[in-house]
Nanobody, 120 residues
Framework: QVQLVESGGGLVQPGGSLRLSCAAS????????MRWYRQAPGKEREWVAG???????NYADSVKGRFTISRDAAKNTVYVQMDSLKPEDTAVYYC??????????????WGQGTLVTVSS
């Protein structure tokens, strides 16, 4: 009933930039915290960044100063601007959100993922 769809991934050179988007849709009453995770091949999924319903953001140490998370509450959309990308940023990036549905249920929703490849 609630879906998250990521977009914006692709191939970029080291030092380049990408902007990822994640839009929530469906039977939504409100979207609370939104987060980005990533998973590289052969590695566990790790948290990258998050933003609260009040707009407070937090980042993993590995991306501080390079990534910026933001949200557009009216569009139920979260973004991450990724600058100064490094090869070690290569991963599938997933959007995650805690959503209050119109049926008053709290849902932990994940997107399908979008691949970011940082390579020369």
């Amino acid at each position: 009933q609630v879906q998250l769809v990521e977009s914006g991934g692709g191939l970029v050179q080291p030092g380049g930039s990408l902007r990822l988007s994640c839009a929530a849709s469906g039977s939504i009453f409100s979207v609370n915290a939104m987060r980005w995770y990533r998973q590289a091949p052969g590695k566990e999924r790790e948290w990258v960044a998050g933003i609260s319903d009040s707009g407070i953001s937090n980042y993993a140490d590995s991306v501080k100063g390079r990534f910026t998370i933001s949200r557009d509450a009216a569009k139920n959309t979260v973004y991450v601007q990724m600058d100064s990308l490094k090869p070690e940023d290569t991963a599938v990036y997933y959007c995650n959100a805690y959503v209050l549905s119109t049926g008053r249920a709290y849902l932990d929703v994940w997107g399908q993922g979008t691949l970011v490849t940082v390579s020369s």
